[in-house]
């Protein structure tokens, strides 16, 4: 049974070659012409995908973060990070990926409809969708969607409790997602939105947040082990 979720983010290439995300600058020359000042720069190709990535990183990471865990399951988890993949559109024609179960498709606005198509008889759990297309409330019907499909399963799990709370975090505010996912499951998902929309310091207070977080759950490991 697959229990983590990936995610394919489909964009346009101007290139039918396989190259890695970050370009290299191979000469004094080409350094010179670059006004950022660095050796590296992302492929221009990858633009379109960040708003993507961004949405994705909201969603759930694996099947665990959808169900009310124990004090070890949340221990085993709550670091793990998502599994998105970055396909150049001519990839879905050319080549096979049908090894991987992709649980949703987001295409950058150049991909064609020719593309999505091919997406679609993919049939991805969360559908298929371009940019624009991305919302909150999407967000709050994907984790419904999730749990629908996966409320029969091996664990016997109840929903996690602030299944319905979501908002579309932007710029500086994206740094809580990480703690979102722990303040979730002990019901304190409204708490640190509220924090967050309510500080100036935003990386100081998910860090703190999350170290309580933390704090907490090995609080609670350490008494279970006591009883």
């Not at 709550?78 to 993949?85: A, K, L, N, S």
């Not at 991305?134 to 409790?161: G, Y």
Request: charged share 25%.
């Amino acid at each position: 049974m697959e229990y983590y979720f990936t995610y394919f983010i489909v964009f346009k290439s101007n290139e039918n070659g396989f190259s890695g995300p970050i370009v290299l600058f191979r000469n004094l020359e080409s350094v010179k012409k670059n006004t950022n000042g660095t050796m590296h720069l992302l492929d221009d190709d990858l633009n379109g995908t960040l708003g993507a990535i961004e949405y994705i990183m909201h969603l759930p990471r694996n099947e665990f973060d959808v169900y009310d865990l124990d004090e070890e399951f949340m221990a085993s988890s709550y670091d793990t990070p998502h599994q998105i993949v970055l396909v150049p559109d001519y990839v879905l024609v050319n080549l096979k990926i049908d090894n991987i179960a992709p649980t949703m498709f987001i295409l950058t606005e150049d991909c064609s409809k020719d593309i999505k198509n091919n997406c679609e008889k993919r049939k991805p759990l969360l559908g298929t969708y371009y940019t624009h297309e991305l919302s909150q409330e999407l967000i709050k019907k994907q984790w419904e969607k999730i749990w629908l499909s996966k409320r029969t399963n091996d664990f016997e799990f109840e929903a996690v409790k602030d299944i319905n709370i979501h908002f579309r975090l932007e710029g500086e505010k994206l740094k809580a997602l990480p703690a979102l996912y722990i303040s979730r499951q002990f019901g304190k998902a409204n708490d640190l939105l509220f924090e967050i929309f309510n500080c100036s310091e935003i990386e100081k207070k998910c860090i703190d947040i999350q170290w309580k977080n933390i704090s907490h759950l090995n609080a609670l490991i350490s008494m279970k082990k006591k009883v």
